[in-house]
C-alpha cells in the first residue's frame, strides 16, 4: 500500500522542522523531514524522526471524565456534556467571586489559533487578568529583554543569518542537544571558517566543537557580557556612527563598564584573563557575528538584563538586521514565540500588544468589539504567584491547557497546595496519566498536532501549518474548538462562532502592528 503524505511541523522544540507524515490506514507509520521547508531542508533529529510514536493510542485521553468531589473516582462524560459542565461551573465561579476567581494556565505546545482564543476570552470576556502561560518559567525574561532593547519581543534575524556569520556566541545553551538541527546548521558554517564561541559552566556537546570554551562561573554571565563591551569599547570596536544614528543612552556606558576591567571580570567569572580578552577580539574583528541564547541565561534573577546585555554587544558594534549578525534567542517549545505574539502571558494582546497601553487596548476592543473599558490596564503577577493565589484562595478556578505544571513549576508542592484549595480544576491534555491530571474535577480530551488544523511559529518567527493526517481518537477535539465551544456554552456565542481553525487565523491576521512590525496580512490556511 502507498502512504499519503502530509506536510506538517516537528512538535518538539522551537527550531519548528517541516516534516512528512506518511498514513497507511489512518495511522502515521513514518515521518520524514520536509526538504521544502526552510528551517531543516529535509533534516530532522532523533526526536523530531520518532515524532509519530506519541500518537499512537496508548495512553491518551479520548473521552471527558468528571469527577463529582474531590475524593471521588472519575467518571466518564460524552464530549457534549463535558463541555456544558465545563462552561457551566466556570460561569458559577465567575457570577460567585467575580472575573479574578478565574484562571488559566496554557502553553506553548499549543496552536496560535487555541492560545489566541483562550487570551480572547480571559481578558476579553471573562475580564480576567489571570492567564499565564509555562513560557512564563523559561522565555519572559527574553521577551522582556527584547522589548527594553530593541522594542518589540522578537529576533531581529532568521536562521539564513546563519549561513552568513563569521562568528558564532553562544552562551546559556547546549545548541547540540536542544536545537540540534539548528546546531547542524551552525556548524555547516562553522566548517566553512567561521568560528565558534561557547559559554557554559559545563562541557556539553557544543562547547566540544568550540573554538574558544569559556567555561564559566554559574551565574556570572552578566560580568562576562558587560566585560566583553568594556573591552570593544577600550579597543576602538565599537561602531560610534551606528550609535549616534540608532541608539539612545550610551554616553552612560562607559562610566557603567568602568566597573568590568579584564581582571575584575576574570575574578568573578574563573575565566582566565587571556581568554576574555581573545572573545572580545574575535567579537570585534568579525564582519558579522550571531549571538544565540537560551535557558542558561533565561532562568534566572536578572534573566532580562542578561537579554539586555547581549543586545548592547550587537548595538554598540552595529552588528544587527544585516545579513549573519544579531541577537538570536533561542525558543524551547515549538509555538512559545506564537504564543507571545498571541499575548498569552501577563499584560499581552494579540499582534504584540499590552493592556498597559491605552491605544493597544482601544484596538483590540474594537475588533473583539467589547464596550470601551472592557479591557483592564493591569497584568497578572505570574506563574509562581498564581498558585500561590489558587492556595490563599483569591483564586477559585484554573483551566489547564497542554501543560503539565505539577511536575515542571518550581516547588510542585505549592502548585499542588494551590490545585487542591481550588474549587474547580480543568485539565485538557492528549494523555489520560499525568501528574496535574490527578488533581483535576474535569478532564477534557485534547488532540494533538497531527489530529487537526493549526499554525506553529518558530524561533525565528517563520509560520507552519499542521494539518490533520489522522483522525484524533474517541471524543477528542483540537483545544481551539474545546475553548470556542466552552466560550459558546458560557455565554459569549456571538464573539466565538468559528466554523474553523482557518477563520480564527483570519481574525489574528487583522491584529497587524506597525510599531513592532508584527503583519500576517497576506497569510492564510489557504
Not at 550610551?250 to 575574578?267: I, S
Not at 567569572?269 to 544565540?292: F, H, K, N, V
Not at 532562568?299 to 543586545?311: E, L
Request: glycine share 10%; proline share 6%; net charge negative.
Amino acid at each position: 500500500m502507498t502512504a499519503t503524505p502530509v506536510k506538517s511541523v516537528c512538535p518538539y522544540c522551537g527550531v519548528g522542522c517541516g516534516m512528512v507524515l506518511h498514513v497507511e490506514d489512518g495511522e502515521v507509520v513514518k515521518v520524514s523531514g520536509d526538504p521544502d521547508h526552510p528551517a531543516n531542508f529535509g533534516r530532522l533529529c532523533t526526536k523530531g524522526s520518532s515524532a509519530h510514536v506519541a500518537l499512537r493510542r496508548s495512553g491518551r485521553l479520548d473521552r471527558a471524565f468528571v469527577r463529582r468531589a474531590r475524593e471521588d473516582d472519575l467518571v466518564p462524560l460524552s464530549a457534549r456534556d463535558a463541555i456544558a459542565e465545563t462552561a457551566r461551573r466556570l460561569r458559577a465561579v465567575l457570577d460567585a467571586h467575580g472575573p479574578d476567581a478565574l484562571s488559566f494556565y496554557v502553553s506553548g505546545q499549543m496552536s496560535i489559533e487555541a492560545q489566541y482564543l483562550v487570551n480572547k476570552l480571559a481578558k476579553g470576556f471573562v475580564g480576567t487578568h489571570n492567564i499565564e502561560s509555562n513560557s512564563r518559567l523559561c522565555m519572559a525574561s527574553a521577551s522582556t529583554g527584547y522589548k527594553q532593547s530593541l522594542g518589540a519581543d522578537g529576533p531581529p534575524g532568521s536562521y539564513q543569518d546563519f549561513d552568513r556569520a563569521n562568528l558564532f556566541f553562544v552562551i546559556g545553551a547546549n545548541m547540540a542537544d536542544c536545537h540540534p538541527i539548528l546546531f547542524l546548521r551552525m556548524m555547516d558554517r562553522v566548517k566553512a571558517g567561521a568560528k565558534l564561541i561557547v559559554v557554559d559552566p559545563r562541557r556539553t556537546g557544543t562547547a566540544d566543537k568550540a573554538d574558544l570554551f569559556l567555561q564559566i562561573r554559574p551565574g556570572t554571565d552578566l560580568a562576562l557580557t558587560n566585560g566583553l563591551l568594556h573591552l570593544l569599547h577600550a579597543n576602538g570596536r565599537t561602531d560610534a556612527a551606528f550609535i549616534a544614528e540608532f541608539t539612545e543612552g550610551w554616553d552612560a556606558m562607559p562610566a557603567f563598564l568602568a566597573d568590568y576591567t579584564p581582571e575584575r571580570v576574570a575574578a568573578i567569572t574563573g575565566l582566565a584573563e587571556a581568554d576574555i580578552r581573545t572573545a572580545a577580539q574575535w567579537i570585534g574583528d568579525a564582519p558579522e557575528w550571531t549571538s544565540c541564547w537560551t535557558m542558561g541565561l533565561n532562568q534566572s534573577t536578572h534573566g532580562v538584563w542578561n537579554t539586555n546585555a547581549i543586545c548592547n554587544l550587537h548595538l554598540a558594534t552595529g552588528r544587527i538586521c544585516r545579513p549573519g549578525s544579531g541577537p538570536f534567542s533561542l525558543t524551547g517549545q515549538p509555538n512559545a514565540m506564537g504564543g507571545r505574539e498571541m499575548g498569552y502571558m501577563g499584560p499581552g494582546l494579540p499582534g504584540q500588544r499590552s493592556t498597559l497601553s491605552d491605544d493597544d487596548r482601544r484596538f483590540v476592543e474594537k475588533l473583539w468589539r467589547v464596550p470601551p473599558g472592557t479591557l483592564r490596564a493591569e497584568a497578572g503577577g505570574g506563574t509562581v504567584d498564581l498558585f500561590a493565589r489558587m492556595q490563599a484562595g483569591d483564586v477559585k478556578a484554573c483551566w489547564i491547557i497542554c501543560t503539565n505544571p505539577v511536575a515542571t513549576v518550581p516547588n510542585r508542592q505549592n502548585v499542588i497546595a494551590g490545585l487542591q484549595a481550588a474549587e474547580l480544576v480543568i485539565a485538557q491534555d492528549a494523555f489520560l496519566d499525568t501528574e496535574t491530571n490527578r488533581y483535576a474535577d474535569i478532564l477534557l480530551p485534547g488532540a494533538l498536532w497531527a489530529e487537526g488544523d493549526g499554525v506553529m511559529v518558530n524561533s525565528e518567527r517563520n509560520m507552519t501549518l499542521m494539518r490533520p493526517a489522522i483522525a484524533p481518537p474517541g471524543d477528542a477535539l483540537p483545544d481551539w474548538r474545546i475553548v470556542a465551544e466552552v466560550a459558546r456554552a458560557m455565554g459569549f456565542a456571538d464573539a466565538f462562532d468559528y466554523a474553523s481553525a482557518a477563520d480564527v487565523f483570519d481574525e489574528i491576521v487583522r491584529f497587524s502592528n506597525p510599531a513592532t512590525g508584527y503583519d500576517l496580512r497576506g497569510a492564510s490556511h489557504a
